[in-house]
């Protein structure tokens, strides 16, 4: 069974403040995706990457795929608190369709 | 482009009841994934359809059933529901390995 970890599960911060938001597991992924989800809503797909040691960049956010392509982590620049939400990362198989995700970090930026 | 429809969005049913929430997909993906998200367990996967056909099955009870139409539209069934079943429903269409594109959701509360 493949396991994402995300840390932290929960991060609260003041505007301006830079974060870091990491997804472990002991599995190889074909693909890892980002995605961000606002209450009531479903999640929205922020970034996929696939090659080891990949960086991508989007605006203040930036994501990174390890070298072993076992772990991601996102990492955000003077957050603001439009960048509130639920940020989840998911693994991909080979096998498409079929994603496993983490549990999650809760970010709340005040203004 | 439009994206991924579900239908209803929220949903009150009594305990032993059966359920059946659709979803329409983009136009073009083929590839059809359901998850059951929960505050205490997160997104988890039920299954995956691709031209018509179940590709991949989470571990969910034998009630959890789906089926994928021609036109790529598909619908989730749960039979003699539970309280436990009170989750968000989440229909999610991809094109490839690369991400999902989620709909809104189907809340369903069962009491």
């Known amino acids: 069974t493949q396991l994402l970890e995300q840390s932290p599960q929960f991060l609260s911060i003041q505007e301006g403040e830079n974060l870091t938001v990491y997804c472990n597991s002991s599995?190889?992924?074909?693909?890892l995706q980002w995605y961000r989800q606002e209450p009531g809503e479903g999640p929205v797909l922020l970034v996929t990457?696939?090659?080891?040691?990949e960086v991508k960049k989007l605006k203040r956010l930036t994501f990174q795929f390890g070298d072993a392509r076992k772990d991601s982590s996102l990492h955000i620049t003077a957050a603001q608190p439009g960048d509130t939400g639920l940020y989840l990362c998911?693994?991909?198989?080979?096998?498409?369709?079929?994603?496993?995700f983490g549990d999650g970090t809760t970010l709340t930026v005040k203004p | 482009k439009a994206g991924v429809t579900q239908t209803p969005r929220y949903l009150i049913k009594t305990r032993g009841q059966q359920v059946t929430l659709s979803c329409s997909p983009i136009?073009?993906?083929?590839?059809v994934s359901w998850y059951q998200q929960t505050p205490g367990q997160g997104l988890q996967f039920l299954f995956e359809?691709?031209?018509?056909?179940?590709?991949n099955k989470g571990n969910f009870p034998g009630r959890f059933s789906g089926r994928q139409f021609s036109n790529s539209r598909s619908e989730m069934n749960v039979s003699t529901l539970e309280l436990g079943d009170s989750a968000l429903y989440l229909c999610?269409?991809?094109?490839?390995?690369?991400?999902?594109?989620f709909g809104s959701g189907t809340r369903l509360t069962v009491v």
């Open positions: 999610a269409s991809s094109w490839a390995s690369y991400g999902y594109t």
């Open positions: 599995s190889v992924f074909s693909s």
């Open positions: 990457v696939v090659t080891g040691g």
């Open positions: 998911a693994g991909a198989s080979t096998n498409a369709g079929k994603s496993t």
């Open positions: 136009s073009g993906h083929r590839s």
């Open positions: 359809y691709f031209s018509e056909t179940q590709r």
